[in-house]
């Protein structure tokens, strides 16, 4: 199986902040890439796939990079809705495989 | 607008079977793919399997012998039975549609504890 290695874990930040989320997969991947978005007591929300291509309804301070194997989840201007668990998901080969999650709290 | 919401039994004895349905409403299991994910303590994730829109599955290797993903059409519903469950099965389970490997939308989870 693919292993996604998200970093960090945790991320302290404050709203108005920039920041970013890392993603590496053990092997190429492509662009084959998505991003989830985990708030308690609600669905989880698809925030990016393909590596960079935000879902409809995604805010556009939210963006997607890389391919290969390193890809970055970035959130410019930090609202108070973002604080949430961040889970990257390589789609490029079966099965499926995700990353262990990064969440970010309000500083 | 697509909704999902699993139910089932929130606790499980061990070597017995863990059964959950999805409750599916906006759009039709006939068309897609369906799947089910967990998550367990500790937030690891893990992609359990699909069901098609033509009623094939696909299940991950880790789980090939034990799991089952069936349907009802009529309801709009598809389930989940895992067998032989021990306590490293404790999770909250996830029904999610599938487009490409891509979950599109997802249902709020049931946590399923496996204890005696």
């Known amino acids: 199986d693919v292993q996604m290695t998200q970093s960090p874990s945790y991320l302290a930040a404050s709203p108005g902040e920039s920041v970013s989320i890392s993603c590496k997969a053990s092997?190429?991947?492509?662009?084959?890439l998505a991003w989830y978005q985990e708030k308690p007591g609600k669905a989880n929300k698809l925030l990016i796939h393909?590596?960079?291509t935000l879902q409809s309804g995604t805010p556009s301070r939210f963006s997607g990079s890389g391919s290969g194997t390193d890809f970055t989840l970035t959130i410019r201007s930090l609202e108070f809705e973002d604080f949430a668990v961040y889970y990257c998901?390589?789609?490029?080969?079966?099965?499926?495989?995700f990353g262990a999650g990064t969440k970010l709290e309000l500083k | 607008e697509v909704q999902l919401q699993e139910s089932g039994p929130g606790l499980v004895k061990p070597s017995q079977s863990l059964s959950l349905t999805c409750s599916v409403t906006?759009?039709?299991?006939?068309?897609?793919?369906w799947g089910w994910i967990r998550k367990f303590p500790g937030n690891k994730m893990e992609w359990m399997g699909y069901i098609s829109y033509s009623g094939s599955t696909s299940y991950n290797p880790s789980l090939k012998s034990r799991i089952s993903i069936t349907r009802d059409t009529s309801k709009n519903q598809f389930f989940l039975q895992l067998n032989s469950v021990t306590t490293e099965d404790t999770a909250t389970y996830y029904c999610?549609?599938?487009?490409?490997?891509?979950?599109?939308?997802w249902g709020q989870g049931t946590l399923v504890t496996v204890s005696s």
């Open positions: 999610a549609s599938q487009i490409r490997r891509v979950f599109a939308y």
């Open positions: 393909s590596g960079s």
């Open positions: 092997k190429s991947i492509s662009n084959n």
């Open positions: 998901q390589q789609y490029n080969e079966y099965p499926p495989t």
């Open positions: 906006g759009y039709s299991i006939t068309s897609n793919y």
